[in-house]
């Protein structure tokens, strides 16, 4: 059965930094496109960054951009976001996903989510 598990999440200082981490199993990781989505209360899920399955090309939202880098070690089945300069504004559930948002099973899948507060 497929599962993403993320971890990393936390209270944290404005100016601070987190790595967040997503542990893939029960599917191929290394041939999905990973990607890092978020959620704030009273707001709608907005993707954050992606990468390719080989890890060769990413892509950010325009809001974290020179802050936040996305990596993956398909080794490890392991996608990481690393967030710097946090702002009290990226305060959110980030969600892990593979294969997009449009679909389901067995094409996507989701994690259940790590909160992320950013205090001013």
């Known amino acids: 059965q497929a599962r993403l598990v993320e971890s990393g999440g936390g209270v944290v200082q404005s100016g601070g930094s987190l790595r967040l981490s997503c542990a893939a199993s029960?599917?191929?990781?290394?041939?999905?496109?990973m990607s890092w989505y978020r959620q704030a209360p009273g707001k709608e899920r907005e993707l954050v960054a992606t990468i390719t399955s080989a890890g060769g090309s990413t892509n950010y939202a325009d809001s974290v951009e020179g802050r936040f880098t996305i990596s993956r070690d398909n080794a490890k089945n392991t996608v990481y976001l690393q967030m710097n300069n946090l702002k009290p504004e990226d305060t959110a559930v980030y969600y892990c996903n593979a294969g997009g948002p449009l679909l389901g099973p067995p094409y996507a899948f989701w994690g259940q989510g790590t909160q992320v507060t950013v205090s001013s």
């Open positions: 029960g599917f191929t990781f290394s041939i999905y496109i």
